[in-house]
């Protein structure tokens, strides 16, 4: 994170400071011992970023030829002294490059994991022999919508919440973790579980931090409030995704490689020709009419 760096009176590039006085973070990305990469390199990283959505990903090479500089289109609005903070920062040595992405917070984790992915193929730094695991936990219980600026759930609403449940801090609920846990392997999520909440009562409190009344909650999941109600152990569980496991190992990229019936892009299966015509018979048995606009 280097926004900080965009307060300095030294650093020029007005675009990023206006957006920082505003709220946005910068962050990003460096790249090792990249000086003489063509400039098509990075324009093709910066062009790319767009097609993804992003407005583009700003950058410049660290030089030094009697005072380090920066080198690139936007390089000139760094001074040096700025540049050394950002080194300093970021780890960067001279010769390497960095990407910069500034906005709100979603968006720049959003753009900058992918374009980490996409700048490590493009330098070919993977190795595709192999399989590098991790474990994805920790996760927050809720999240702000950066729309509606209200409080959700940040993914799996029914999970046990972190800490002592008898003293929990309920008026901080960004600060609630849950347990909710994922394994991937090379960029990949291969499977994805939690601890379930099994208490109601508790969940009912969950689910009002996220604006949904008692009333709401057994009404849309009155099947599980009414099977918690009877009592439950705590329990949880993990669901591995088979055909991602499959595809790893059969170096596909695709998944629709490895699934038995493939939809195409258009969520159209070739194979059964679904979705098909319904016949008249068929609505009249499931009680349904379609009305033509």
């Given at each position: 994170?280097?926004?900080?760096?965009?307060?300095?009176?030294?650093?020029?590039?007005?675009?990023?400071?206006?957006?920082?006085?505003?709220?946005?973070?910068?962050?990003?990305?460096?790249?090792?011992?990249?000086?003489?990469?063509?400039?098509?390199?990075?324009?093709?990283?910066?062009?790319?970023?767009?097609?993804?959505?992003?407005?583009?990903?700003?950058?410049?090479?660290?030089?030094?030829?009697?005072?380090?500089?920066?080198?690139?289109?936007?390089?000139?609005?760094?001074?040096?002294?700025?540049?050394?903070?950002?080194?300093?920062?970021?780890?960067?040595?001279?010769?390497?490059?960095?990407?910069?992405?500034?906005?709100?917070?979603?968006?720049?984790?959003?753009?900058?994991?992918?374009?980490?992915?996409?700048?490590?193929?493009?330098?070919?730094?993977?190795?595709?022999?192999?399989?590098?695991?991790?474990?994805?936990?920790?996760?927050?219980?809720?999240?702000?919508?950066?729309?509606?600026?209200?409080?959700?759930?940040?993914?799996?609403?029914?999970?046990?919440?972190?800490?002592?449940?008898?003293?929990?801090?309920?008026t901080k609920p960004l600060e609630l973790k849950a347990y909710q846990y994922d394994i991937v392997c090379n960029g990949v999520e291969l499977s994805s579980g939690a601890i379930r909440n099994?208490?109601?009562?508790?969940?009912?409190?969950?689910?009002?931090?996220?604006?949904?009344?008692?009333?709401?909650?057994?009404?849309?999941?009155?099947?599980?409030?009414?099977?918690?109600?009877?009592?439950?152990?705590?329990?949880?569980?993990?669901?591995?995704?088979?055909?991602?496991?499959?595809?790893?190992?059969?170096?596909?990229?695709?998944?629709?490689?490895?699934?038995?019936?493939?939809?195409?892009?258009?969520?159209?299966?070739?194979?059964?020709?679904?979705?098909?015509?319904?016949?008249?018979?068929?609505?009249?048995?499931?009680?349904?009419?379609?009305?033509?606009?």
């Open positions: 994170d280097i926004t900080d760096i965009f307060k300095r009176d030294d650093v020029k590039f007005e675009i990023f400071k206006k957006l920082v006085k505003s709220g946005s973070v910068v962050r990003g990305i460096v790249t090792k011992n990249t000086k003489d990469r063509p400039r098509s390199f990075f324009d093709n990283i910066d062009d790319w970023a767009k097609e993804q959505g992003a407005s583009g990903l700003a950058y410049f090479t660290i030089e030094q030829d009697k005072k380090i500089n920066g080198k690139g289109t936007i390089g000139k609005f760094f001074a040096a002294e700025a540049i050394k903070e950002i080194m300093n920062t970021t780890s960067a040595e001279i010769g390497d490059s960095i990407f910069l992405s500034c906005g709100n917070m979603a968006d720049v984790e959003k753009i900058l994991s992918q374009a980490r992915q996409k700048i490590a193929y493009d330098l070919n730094l993977i190795d595709e022999n192999t399989f590098a695991f991790c474990w994805i936990v920790d996760y927050p219980m809720f999240e702000k919508d950066n729309l509606t600026k209200k409080i959700k759930f940040s993914h799996n609403p029914f999970s046990m919440p972190q800490g002592d449940i008898k003293n929990l801090d309920l099994h208490i109601p009562e508790l969940m009912y409190k969950l689910f009002a931090i996220a604006g949904y009344s008692k009333t709401i909650v057994n009404e849309k999941f009155s099947g599980m409030i009414n099977a918690l109600s009877y009592g439950a152990p705590p329990h949880g569980g993990i669901a591995p995704g088979i055909d991602r496991i499959v595809m790893l190992l059969t170096e596909e990229k695709n998944i629709r490689e490895v699934t038995m019936f493939p939809m195409n892009q258009n969520a159209q299966d070739l194979m059964m020709n679904a979705p098909s015509v319904i016949s008249d018979e068929q609505l009249k048995e499931l009680n349904l009419v379609i009305k033509k606009k």
